[in-house]
């Protein structure tokens, strides 16, 4: 075999080892392939390694698997009370069968974009502009729905739908701002009423806890003061109580060391007499005396009637 030969061997040998090479496929982790067999669907090959049979089979499309995302951009939607605005959505989708996707739509991206549009047109067409601000959460469910059982067919599972921008007209979002502006001055004007009315019904009800607790100082005030006028009167009778009692004391003990000195009784008697007026005091209105001081009493009476210069 000349020099000739042997390089067409080993050219045919590369030639073989390639196309062999070229027949082992291996599919990563979410991934799938799809194949066909002269142009034919054939498989869906998922993860792991595959042969395929040379010239006679290729792998029509390579299908991603994980979950994508679509950003549209804004489209113009007019509402049911015919204002125009512009609104983008964002679309979250997986691919659920690889042989639906490949061979149910031509350019299925642009399938869901269209779809997207017209569902959005068609919702927002029955909402009024207020509704359309505050029901986003209703617009991205009713999307998802239709959009899913649209995209079902072609092997697209819809996940979720989200409304990213509401851009409505210059005009009506400078009567939007003026209105709001208008609506926080209202607020404000109705906290500050509020907080005057609660600040006038807190010093009303300082005012009367303030005259309760003066006239409850008063009427306390009122009590000691009795109190004290009470037990200073008390106080002055016992004193004078004492005092009586002293003087009695004292009378007493003068007649009777007048007796211990052997004084007679006409003696004893104007002692008592004496000490009867002292109680007195010239305050007393009725005295009662003894029966035995009363007769000696009117003895002195005479006594004291009988002329210091009788006549001869």
Known sequence: MGLFGFTAVIIILVIILALLASCVKIVPQ???LVVERLGAFLETWSVGVHIKMP???RVARRVNLKEQVADFPPQPVITKDNVTMRIDTVVFFQITDPKLYAYGVDNPMMAIENLTATTLRNIIGDLELDQTLTSRETINAKMREILDIATDPWGIKV???EVKNIMPPAAI?????KQM??????????????????STVLVAEGKKESAILDAEAEKQAAILRAEAEKEKRIREAEGQA???LKIQQANADGIRMIKDAGADQSVL????LEAFKAAADGKATKIIIPSEIQGLAGLVSSITEIPKNPEV
């Open 173 to 177: 979002q400078d009567a939007m701002e």
């Open 181 to 198: 502006k208008a609506e926080r001055e209202r607020r404000e004007a109705i906290l500050r009423a509020e907080g005057e009315k609660k």
């Open 55 to 57: 010239i006679l089979d």
């Open 159 to 161: 996940t979720r739908v």
């Open 30 to 32: 979410a991934q799938a």
């Open 242 to 244: 004492e005092a009586i």
């Open 269 to 272: 008697v104007l002692k008592s």
